[in-house]
C-alpha cells in the first residue's frame, strides 16, 4: 500500500505565495512520474505541472513562469512553488505518483487526498 500525504494549502491574497509538499510512503520500490493536479467542483481534473524522476517538467500554460515543481527524490517527496498566484488558481490540488513495487515490476498510479488553494482577489 502507497500513501500521499499533502500539505501547505491555505487562503492567500492575489499576488501571494504558497508551497505545497506530497510526500509518498508506503511499498516503494521507485517513483517515476509525479505531479500536481486541480480541480473546481464540476469540473474535469486537469494537470497543473509533473516531474519524472530524472528532473524533466511539464506545465500548463496558465501557470507557466508562476508555479514551478520540483522533487526529492530520497524522499519521494514532490513539491509545488505557486507565486502571483490569481484568483482563477482556486481549486482543491491533488498530487499524483506512478510508483513501483519492485524492480521491474508495473507501475501503479496513487492519488493524495487533495488541499485545498483559495485565492482572494
Known amino acids: 500500500q502507497v500513501q500521499l500525504v499533502e500539505s501547505g494549502g491555505g487562503l492567500v491574497q492575489a499576488g501571494g505565495s504558497l508551497r505545497l509538499s506530497c510526500a509518498a510512503s508506503?511499498?516503494?520500490?521507485?517513483?517515476?512520474?509525479m505531479g500536481w493536479y486541480r480541480q473546481a467542483p464540476g469540473k474535469q481534473r486537469e494537470l497543473v505541472a509533473s516531474?519524472?524522476?530524472?528532473?524533466?517538467?511539464t506545465y500548463a500554460d496558465s501557470v507557466k513562469g508562476r508555479f514551478t515543481i520540483s522533487r526529492d527524490n530520497a524522499k519521494n517527496t514532490v513539491y509545488l512553488e505557486m507565486n502571483d498566484l490569481k484568483a482563477e488558481d482556486t481549486d482543491v490540488y491533488y498530487c499524483?505518483?506512478?510508483?513501483?513495487?519492485?524492480?521491474?515490476?508495473?507501475?501503479?498510479?496513487?492519488w493524495g487526498q487533495g488541499t485545498q488553494v483559495t485565492v482572494s482577489s
Open positions: 499524483s505518483a506512478r510508483v513501483r513495487w519492485r524492480v521491474a515490476g508495473p507501475e501503479y498510479k496513487y
Open positions: 508506503g511499498n516503494i520500490y521507485s517513483t517515476n512520474a
Open positions: 516531474i519524472v524522476s530524472g528532473g524533466t517538467t
